[in-house]
């Protein structure tokens, strides 16, 4: 087997704490997405900030990848091992370490799940805002610069994360950043690290930027006629400045999928399900204003969820939005892309999109954040119809195709992985290279998360 000089070496150092099982290899090559089964050599899960250094020394030494791991819910294949190696599997590192309540700020382990943290927040009054959807930790988000549902309001992890502490491919242990709100002292290597994808070196801490429990909270749904109007009533609600929590889209085929999953009864409409964060007055008047823009784009069925467990319940199906657009194609598999573009040009890359999924016979549910531009389309296929896949991929090629001619981006969210590295040239031009220049300076061996968002070596 490839690496079993940095497997021997690692096994003495981890013990236990290194895997080479079947069950656990398998786990760790899968992807969420469209991606084959790639097994890595071996999974290692570290306890601490110096077995990761050492697991990074040894695999330096033997020239052996390394790719890390959170709950490998990522939609690029950024956690797969395409050339092998090592998993670290950060699970194991997962506590909360320090809440900063004066400061509203906290430190925690990479492995630290975001339902966990704000489940230890509770009684702080404090809360995390970053909402992919599903429950991934905290380090895959840094590392992908997630954002979500609530990224209309409160930013992604790139507004959130203050410092970090990461270990290098040589197994050096660095700090970035501090716990003030700003800083003009030299090169701004938090950013470098959040969006990294493990390419540049592994996140063993985070000091992340808390928010306070809103007083009020009120949620809405409505339905539209068409999606146009549905998409104009978001591009206006931006525009006066009305500050949505969240304000997601979801299509007509979407809500036919969630409705025979979770025994819904929602029109077969483009709805938008929307949220309000603030005081109880702040609430009303924000609620009244975007009930107003509803009326005048035809919306219909408008409905409040003041209740929390009436909101969680109206979250609740859209962040399994996915899961019911694949219970709804038994067998099939999905190729999950997303793009975001000025949202001035959202109204005509949303319907560009469906008159082109269309005219090609793909099934593609279209889903998102539209508030920022940003949205989503589950590009559905046949894993045993090779022509059905190559339509698929086309699909979600000429959607990123149309999001940068408008100016736009390859992905608002999802990343770059393997899925979507194909585009960076396009969209980047010789800062690309850079990204590569950079990527060679401090991993020069290409150890970290080879194969991923940056252009090949040499």
């Known amino acids: 087997m490839a690496h079993n000089a940095a497997l021997s070496a ?15 290899l398998d786990l760790h090559g899968r992807s969420e997405s469209h991606f084959p089964l790639t097994l890595p050599d071996a999974v290692a899960y570290p306890a601490s900030t110096d077995q990761v250094a ?47 309540q004066a400061d509203m700020d906290v430190r925690v382990q990479p492995g630290l799940t975001r339902e966990a943290l704000n489940q230890e927040l509770r009684a702080t009054g404090l809360f995390f805002p970053v909402d992919p959807g599903a ?39 660095i700090r970035t950043g501090t ?31 808390l928010h306070g429990q809103p007083e009020a909270i009120s949620a809405a749904v409505c339905a539209f006629a068409r999606i146009d109007d549905a998409v104009q009533t978001v591009i206006e609600t931006i525009q006066m400045g009305i500050p949505m929590a969240r304000m997601e889209f979801i299509d007509a085929a979407s809500v036919r999928a969630v409705n025979a999953y979770a025994q819904m009864a ?36 408008f409905e409040w969820a003041a209740r929390a467990e009436d909101r969680a319940a109206l979250w609740h199906m859209r962040h399994n939005a996915y899961y019911a657009i694949l219970a709804a194609r038994p067998g099939c598999r999905s190729i999950v892309t997303d793009v975001c573009v000025p949202i001035s040009r959202l109204a005509e890359a949303v319907e560009a999109t469906i008159a082109d999924l269309a ?8 889903l998102g954040h539209v508030g920022d531009g940003n949205f989503h389309a589950i590009l559905m296929f046949d894993p045993s119809d090779a022509d059905e896949r190559d339509q698929a991929l086309a699909a979600a090629a000429r959607m990123v195709d149309r999001a940068l001619e408008m100016g736009g ?37 290409g150890i970290l998360n080879p194969g991923k968002l940056v252009p090949p070596a040499g």
């Open 179 to 209: 716990r003030a709100r700003k800083s003009a002292a030299g090169y701004d290597l938090t950013a470098l690290f959040v969006g990294a994808e493990g390419t540049l070196g592994l996140i063993t801490e985070l000091t992340l930027r």
């Open 10 to 24: 690692l096994a003495d150092v981890l013990g236990d704490a290194l895997s080479r099982s079947k069950s656990d």
């Open 54 to 100: 050492a697991i990074l020394r040894i695999c330096a030494e033997h020239r052996c990848p390394v790719t890390a791991w959170g709950t490998g819910t990522s939609l690029e294949g950024q956690s797969q091992a395409v050339e092998g190696g090592v998993v670290v599997d950060f699970s194991a590192m997962n506590q909360v370490l320090e809440i900063n």
């Open 266 to 301: 929602l029109p077969e409409l483009p709805h938008l399900l929307v949220e309000f964060h603030g005081s109880d007055s702040a609430v009303a008047e924000q609620a009244e204003s975007f009930g107003a823009l509803v009326a005048d784009h035809g919306g219909m069925g």
């Open 135 to 173: 429950n991934a930790a905290l380090g895959g988000m840094a590392s992908t610069r997630a954002s979500g549902t609530t990224a209309l309001r409160y930013g992604t992890m790139r507004d959130h994360v203050l410092g970090l502490e990461v270990v290098l491919a040589d197994g050096r242990v």
């Open 359 to 366: 005219a090609h016979g793909v099934n593609g549910p279209i």
């Open 409 to 445: 981006t390859a992905t608002g969210e999802h990343g770059i992985g393997i899925g979507k590295r194909g585009y960076m040239q396009r969209e980047h031009g010789e800062a690309w290279q850079v990204m590569g220049a950079l990527k060679a300076t401090l991993d020069p061996l």
